[in-house]
């Protein structure tokens, strides 16, 4: 979760390549490095179109056949970890990644992690949607995430119909990024994505799985309930008729303490309200007691150790 303050929402930017070349450099500027190739490279042509709102980077890709690949030695020099979540919305590509393959046409979301190798292979005309983002944006671990990376998720059923006619819209009108309201857009679009993801999981409440499904009822309970300054493994584990032990096994899986997992939500949810133009006259210590801190010492060094600068610097910063 360390970092410098995001930047305020900028204006959308445009590039037009017309070599591969410019491509390259284009996508590795846009993205993260990356390797980029063509077998028609005399007949290359591609337009990148993206906006960012606090470290969710939103683009839209117009581009004749070529390939990606996200290689070792490109990975070893990266300093961020992000997932990426592609949407086709016309063409087809396919995702090699984890020894998966998924093959996406239009209307196809999938995931892929920029800390592992993956390629994506173009072998026509396409256009589509990437949103990227710091892996502590969303409320899943990481080793969850990684079970559903070059997997397809359809577009055209369940909720993946619900979500996708959002994402597209928003792909359309990158512009509103830019506007105060872009935060909200944004992590709207990474909730939905994050609910898409839960689904395909096998983590809501429908879950066959007994287990998963237990976890996700304790992690969406420790959600509604941040703001209560009892919130703590004992009430935790007493609303969920499970021990204490059980409880700290449940976390201890997916490598997090229950008390890591609670701070983290709550510093998640301080961030937001102090990037909300709606909330720009409400005092930082106001913010923090809102989410469960009632020492305004502590979450202010906790928020420096998280983001890498106090809360009222952060908030001066957007």
């Excluded at 070599?19 to 980029?36: G, K, T």
């Excluded at 998924?102 to 005309?125: E, I, K």
């Amino acid at each position: 979760m360390n970092g410098a303050p995001a930047a305020p929402a900028e204006s959308v930017s445009t590039l037009v390549a017309r070599n591969i070349s410019d491509f390259r450099a284009a996508v590795s500027e846009s993205f993260v490095p990356l390797q980029v190739t063509s077998g028609g490279a005399d007949r290359f042509r591609g337009v990148i179109r993206g906006a960012s709102v606090d470290e969710v980077h939103v683009t839209e890709v117009r581009a004749t056949s070529h390939v990606v690949e996200r290689t070792p030695e490109l990975i070893a020099r990266s300093d961020h970890s992000y997932f990426k979540v592609s949407l086709m919305l016309a063409g087809t590509g396919l995702l090699i990644q984890d020894d998966r393959e998924a093959v996406l046409q239009a209307g196809d979301l999938a995931v892929y992690d920029t800390d592992r190798p993956y390629s994506l292979v173009f072998d026509q005309d396409f256009r589509t949607m990437v949103v990227m983002f710091p892996k502590h944006l969303i409320s899943l671990p990481s080793d969850m995430i990684g079970q559903l990376t070059a997997v397809r998720i359809s577009g055209q059923e369940g909720l993946g119909g619900m979500v996708v006619p959002y994402l597209t819209q928003l792909a359309g009108n990158l512009d509103q990024l830019a506007g105060t309201t872009g935060a909200r857009l944004a992590h709207s679009a990474l909730d939905l994505v994050t609910t898409v993801f839960t689904r395909e999981l096998g983590l809501d409440e429908a879950s066959a799985d007994p287990h998963r499904a237990l976890v996700q009822r304790i992690r969406s309970h420790i959600d509604r309930n941040l703001a209560s300054t009892d919130l703590g493994p004992a009430s935790i584990a007493s609303a969920h008729f499970i021990s204490t032990r059980h409880l700290h096994g449940l976390f201890q899986e997916q490598g997090v303490t229950v008390s890591t997992w609670i701070r983290t939500r709550r510093l998640e949810q301080c961030r937001r309200d102090l990037l909300d133009p709606m909330l720009a006259d409400r005092p930082v210590a106001a913010i923090a007691a809102r989410w469960g801190f009632v020492d305004a010492a502590h979450f202010s060094r906790a928020f420096k150790a998280a983001f890498g600068a106090s809360p009222s610097e952060y908030r001066a910063a957007h």
